[in-house]
């Protein structure tokens, strides 16, 4: 039985209400956030994250985001060597955080989202402490979002989420979304993620969808485009990241499991009309090879989005 059969009449009618004032603020937020980029770009904002090039110093990771033809620019992780980190993290200073800022300028390119993580939640507290470090940062790059990856414990799920709940008010004042991925655990599908953000329940706090993710974390059994009806109003973003089956995610978006079309079409039903597409996992290979990559897959989007 689907989640909409099991509730009752009444409580059908109050969920579509509540689902589509959620709708209507999502619909106010995204077009606030993108105003500077529809002049010039539409309604999408198509970029790509630094992972792909996560062996190297990040300013590599920009050159290439920059030369495949991206404007906008996600950070994720960096080198050098194999020992890649979060390009933004707790540890990071205002004044590195900043430096970043300036490189992605001299680029040409925007930072649309940042990934960052509560990396030991020891009390409520000090993850208080941690999560407006976090935010602090990310404004001084420049960031419209800041994507969390979920806790995976059960004993610290309702703290974790009550970090997060605390912090809105200083995130908006700093003009940063929060959202929450697919990313295993207790927010492996869209509807878990769905249920954190209905219990944070604060407009500023969404769902950056990944599809590659449902299909991993689901070993193959959940498809996005089906996981995606339950996350109606509530999207704001995207990480473009495909399936190969198995453990493979470095795949090309569009070589893969994932149907890119219908899913797209989908979310657009569920009143994701405009927002930002961030490229997360491409086919690795040297650097000329990963750049013919990146080039191929914005084109994809570009395409896909009309």
């Known amino acids: ?88 993290s707790i540890s990071t200073t205002i004044e590195e955080a900043e430096q970043i800022s300036e490189e992605v300028k001299k680029r040409g390119l925007i930072v649309a989202s940042v990934y960052g993580t509560i990396p030991r939640l020891k009390s409520v507290k000090a993850g208080i402490k941690d999560l407006t470090k976090l935010i602090d940062n990310c404004a001084a790059c420049e960031s419209q979002n800041l994507i969390m990856g979920g806790t995976r414990s059960k004993e610290l799920f309702d703290a974790y989420y009550k970090v997060i709940a605390e912090c809105f008010d200083y995130a908006e004042e700093k003009k940063l979304e929060i959202s929450i991925k697919p990313h295993g655990g207790l927010n492996a599908t869209g509807a878990q993620c769905r249920k954190t953000v209905e219990m944070v329940g604060h407009k500023n706090f969404r769902i950056w969808y990944d599809p590659g993710n449902v299909y991993y974390y689901s070993k193959g059994k959940i498809d996005p485009v089906a996981d995606v009806a339950t996350i109606d109003g509530l999207v704001t973003g995207m990480c473009i990241k495909d399936y190969g089956g198995g453990t493979e995610v470095n795949i090309t978006p569009g070589t893969g499991k994932v149907d890119f079309p219908a899913l797209m079409a989908r979310l ?18 040297d650097k000329k090879q990963t750049l013919a990559e990146a080039k191929k897959v914005r084109q994809f989007l570009e395409e896909l989005t009309g």
């Open 1 to 88: 039985m689907s989640y909409i059969e099991k509730l009752s009449r009444r409580d059908f009618l109050d969920h579509t209400m509540k689902l589509g004032a959620v709708g209507l603020m999502a619909s106010c937020a995204n077009t606030t956030a993108s105003k500077p980029a529809k002049k010039k770009d539409g309604p999408w904002r198509i970029g790509c994250y630094t992972r792909p090039w996560n062996m190297y110093e990040y300013r590599v990771a920009l050159d290439a985001i920059a030369e495949a033809g991206f404007k906008y620019a996600g950070l994720m992780t960096a080198g050098p060597g194999p020992k890649s980190k979060l390009m933004i």
């Open 268 to 285: 657009r039903q569920g009143g994701f009309t405009s927002g930002s597409l961030i490229v997360e996992c491409i086919k690795l290979g």
